[in-house]
């Protein structure tokens, strides 16, 4: 919630459910006439201030909002906005400024246009979901900086694979390099998570292009295909065309050659590209052929794979070891603790493997965050015998946020010894990232900071 985000101070005073029944009724503009004396309610300017706000006692302009078939009728005091927003101070008091009693406002939403005036009347920021992009539009058409930062903030707080891809369109649209950075953050290293979420199929044509484009985009080349016709289907949609494949060809342009058609695996292409009905019988052909041939065909797709992102290991320990009665799994969890400084996605573990030879583990793996489980995977991986490290992966990167602690477990299950950590640290700088571990109450198998298991975190930055 937008409370949680940025909470408020209570009024010091002793008048409070006054004060709130006032402002409760003039959030729904109902017009109430305050009490006789009623500033003698508020000690203070502020609060005082805050009565006016939705309020039509002493209006002097109105403003109606919304798009035609939508609007809403808000009181305004330009005194009161003028000193808010410089672009209401020209429109009330500048050398060109107009006398009209009422301002059609046909671009912002009533809501945002409510939330903006909440906030120069009352300096309370209350923000929502499924306004605060509205809200950020009406920030930045009348300069109100400190409203649209914190819209800002409150959008970087709630990114998610899910909603990255509408919010990199918009904040492109806004002009904020910030919230674009954090955005192909979370594209990069959440890459099929962002391109399978409704939210792709509403970007517009640019931001496809500039997805497509994306030389770290960390997926599948077919998820990425597949992806593309998903967004060109609803795009059909939009320009109210038949989604045959004529047109959906139609409506992806050239954006289509920007797909890596031929980095594919050859079963992906033969098995769904191939058969998409999207390409022409030659563009088939010719990747057939530059799957196979020795002479390639030129071709109009980009051939180079692409780079996706380099994962980072934090190793925690300093040395291992093994002995002639360690490390054995019953079916009992390792566990360990960690937070980090700055927003990272783990990818998966770093294990141990069998200190009597070669052999085959199967590894449960999983991350929860107080409790509540963010990311798991059953898989097996095969060890040399060395005592090297062997990654297990989630099936897509878990995004963590920076200053909380998080709980990595695993449960191992296999016949041989493993090697297990010694020298634990409690703190490892990884590149541009600090990670700090501590013991957790989940480890039933002996893990913990001094040594152990699970020796590494393996993440994106």
């Known amino acids: 919630m937008a409370a949680d985000i940025f909470p408020r101070k209570k009024p010091a005073n002793t008048n409070t459910t006054a004060v709130q029944q006032y402002h409760q009724q003039n959030l729904n503009n109902n017009n109430t006439i305050p009490a006789p004396n009623w ?6 300017i502020r609060e005082r201030n805050a009565v006016m706000f ?3 006692l002493m209006a002097d302009v109105h403003f109606v909002v919304g798009p035609p078939g939508a609007t809403q009728r808000l009181p305004g005091h330009k005194y009161v906005l003028a000193v808010g927003s410089s672009v209401f101070h020209a429109m009330f008091y500048g050398e060109l400024a107009e006398d009209k009693d009422e301002i059609r406002i046909p671009d912002v939403e009533p809501a945002a ?6 906030y120069i009347y009352c300096d309370e920021i209350d923000l929502a979901a499924d306004t605060v992009l509205a809200t950020l539009y009406a920030a930045k058409k009348y300069i109100v900086p400190h409203l649209a930062r914190a819209c800002v903030n409150f959008l970087e707080t709630s990114l998610s694979a899910k909603n990255a891809c509408v919010l990199l369109s918009q904040s492109c649209l806004f002009e904020e390099p910030d919230l674009t950075q954090r955005c192909w953050e979370v594209i990069d290293a959440q890459a099929e998570l962002a391109l399978k979420s409704e939210g792709f199929c509403d970007i517009d044509f640019q931001t496809l292009e500039s997805i497509l484009r994306r030389e770290t985009l960390n997926a599948k080349e077919i998820v990425v295909f597949e992806a593309a016709l998903n967004w060109a289907e609803v795009e059909c949609q939009r320009q109210e065309l038949t989604a045959t494949i004529e047109n959906k060809r139609k409506v992806l342009g050239k954006a289509l050659y920007l797909i890596r058609i031929p980095t594919m695996a050859l079963d992906d292409f033969a098995n769904g590209a191939a058969q998409s009905g999207i390409l022409t019988l030659n563009e088939t052909n010719d990747i057939f052929l530059w799957y196979t041939a020795a002479k390639k065909p030129e071709l109009q797709f980009v051939s180079k794979p692409r780079k996706g992102l380099v994962p980072q290991r934090c190793h925690r320990f300093q040395s291992c070891a093994y002995r002639s009665n360690q490390w054995r799994y019953r079916g009992r969890c ?4 960690f937070a980090v400084d700055k927003r990272v996605f783990i990818a998966g573990f770093g294990l141990y493997g069998s200190s009597c030879g070669s052999a085959e583990y199967s590894a449960k ?3 929860k965050r107080q409790g509540v489980i963010l990311g798991q995977n059953l898989s097996k991986y095969f060890s040399d015998g060395s005592s090297n490290t062997f990654p297990v992966w989630f099936e897509y990167p878990v995004q963590i946020e920076p200053d909380t602690f998080y709980t990595a477990s695993v449960i191992l299950d296999g016949n041989e010894l493993s090697y297990f950590g010694q020298e634990g640290m409690t703190e490892v700088q990884c590149g541009k990232v600090t990670v700090q571990f501590q013991c957790s109450s989940d480890s039933t198998n002996g893990t913990g900071v001094q040594g152990g298991q699970i ?3 393996i993440f994106y930055a």
């Not at 500033?39 to 203070?44: A, C, D, I, R, S």
């Not at 246009?113 to 909440?118: I, T």
């Open 39 to 44: 500033q003698g309610l508020y000690p203070t």
């Open 365 to 367: 793996i999983e991350l």
């Open 334 to 337: 390792d566990s360990i603790q």
């Open 54 to 56: 939705n309020n039509d």
């Open 113 to 118: 246009f409510l939330a903006m005036l909440k």
């Open 455 to 457: 020796p590494e975190l």
